[in-house]
């Protein structure tokens, strides 16, 4: 990676140069020649019901008539660098990186990227996943922050050199403008506001102190010279997607941890499990130089204490927040919670990365209303799943036994390791996962994998081939699909299930095979990339994109970075809104009334929002010109 610009790269991109997978063979050509889009769809996979397959094969306007459980009349593509929603919805922004959350913070300043000693008193950078809380009858909601733009956030820096970090100063402001915010909000005749100074008001980030809990912790493997008891990590890293307990806490996910870490010796050796979480002597932002718990030359176990699940309670502004191991350490995108029969926990979760796995925890204790949570999600069994090509699928279950481990606290600190051992099914980039409020089913965004092919493997050595009948069924798939599945029973807490694909992302304009998509993609909605996802409380499917959008070659027609709507029980979709050029559009929550939905934009480019000098990641509210319930 010496000598390449890495500023500009998404952290898939940033990946592929750390770890270079095989070039897309002829066995792409072969599976599109042999997957004609009507065989294709004859076959094991299911998408929908027939009768809306064959109705929406017709449409070829984003404007064709509407499923009567839509509330708003499907918008076009769009390609420029601002938001659009239906006619009778409303749009602002609530707030933009560098807006004060305290009144003692600089206002935000376009020539150096805001204050460098408040920016952990600010709204952070790149906004993503994000939960509403009600807090005594306050609104409060948790916001994640991913990563940082170096040449925005440091923009004193110039030329294409591979980093702007030159100072120890530098390297602190970054870290302190990721994380998490946590934020007080009010609604006015106008639209909405944060409430600066408010006492729920919170930044956590890359140095707050944290507790560590459930089978890893105080491991060997997690201790360090500043933590020798391994209880106690500072911060969390590259926080992409969210979840929300079921007694009113966040649960934000580090995802792309493994950039953070490097080596100020480059021939230091990488311990043992580094290569399969792309850890590496180099890092993005050079950390290491200035902070030598993120050199594996000086703290080599520090890598180990990141990739988990972090709880958060915003309802009280001096709680630790805790690491629970037991939900594993990947690339997690989010935490989807829903209950057991029998009340246990069950918590879903997607490792995003080519040919990684789907999870599932399930707590030994049982949840009841006011009870005690404290450890239901420290004990526990994690689970990786198995997808068959008959529609059935079973989870397996990740312990010493199943995967041949020393213990379970070895399984929560290497679970890729852990999943491989047991014969998980490699998947498309399993990011958001969603449960139906409505249905007993669940959902996994695939993102994409244009690296499947013969011969590709993921970074432990298992197979990535396309196999028809999979969830995974295309081979160089730069679309992304959608897999659905409906536990047996209708018990999440159940071993077994059968699934489908609810839709496969595609471009009808440009192919007649499996890369058109299913029947329920059209050239009134296609999109490609599904990334962030929420259920309504109607069991709607809001679906939010992360993909190409050059609007060229296969992405022709697809337009910007989108948000659309899915009904699960006719298969339908529509496009409710598009984003600014350049950005993704991730994360989405509801005001307590359902009537306004709060969504994220990151990384947008050109003057968003508002005539902007520099482009500034937001979050926005959306909500009905009439008052009633959004959607």
Known sequence: MKDTNTRHLSWDEWDELRRPAPETTGFDKVV??????????????????????????????????????????????????????????????LVSWGDPLFSDAAPWDPTNGGDAATADRVFGENTDGMELFEVDGKQVIAVNHEYVNEDINLPAATGESARNVDSAEDAMKLMNLQGVTVMEISETDTGWDVVVDSPFNRRITNNTPITLSGPAAGHALLQTSADPAGTTVLGTLNNCGAGKTLWGTYLTCEENFNGYFGATDPATTMPEGFDRYGIGAESRYAYEQYDPRFDITAEPNEANRFGFVVEIDPTDPASTPIKRTALGRFKHENAAMTLAADNRVVVYLGDDERGEFLYRYVSNGTYSEGGDTSTLLDDGTLYVAQFDVD???????????????????????????????????TMDRPEWVAVSTTLSEAYCCLTNNSKRAADAVNAGGDAMQAQDGTPNPRAGNEYGQI?????????????????????????????????????????????????????????MIWIQTDGDDSNEGGFAGMGNNQMLVGDPETGEIARFMTGPKGSEVTGLTWSADKKTAFVGIQHPSGDFPNASPVPRSSVVWVRRQDGNVIG
């Not at 009567?68 to 420029?80: W, Y």
């Not at 990740?398 to 998980?424: F, N, P, Y």
Request: charged share 15%; aromatic share 10%; proline share 5%.
């Open 391 to 425: 529609g059935t699928g079973a989870w397996l279950p990740l312990t010493s036994e199943t995967t041949g481990m020393d213990d379970l606290a070895m399984v929560c600190i290497h679970t890729r390791q852990a999943a491989s051992a047991v014969g998980a099914t």
């Open 32 to 93: 599109a020649a042999a997957m004609s889009r009507r065989s294709f769809m004859t076959r094991v996979v299911a998408f929908g019901s027939a009768a809306t397959a064959l109705n929406l094969m017709g449409s070829t306007s984003a404007q064709a008539q509407t499923a009567s459980r839509f509330a708003f009349r499907p918008i076009d593509i769009q390609t420029d660098f601002t938001i659009h929603v239906p006619e009778g919805y409303d749009w602002d922004v």
């Open 483 to 539: 897999v659905r599945w409906r536990p047996t029973c209708t018990d999440h807490g159940a071993d077994t299930f059968s699934w489908d694909l609810y839709v496969m992302a595609g471009n009808p304009d440009v192919h007649d095979d499996a890369y058109a998509g299913s029947a329920n993609v059209t050239p009134g909605n296609m999109f490609n990339s599904p990334d962030g996802m929420q259920v309504d409380s109607n069991g």
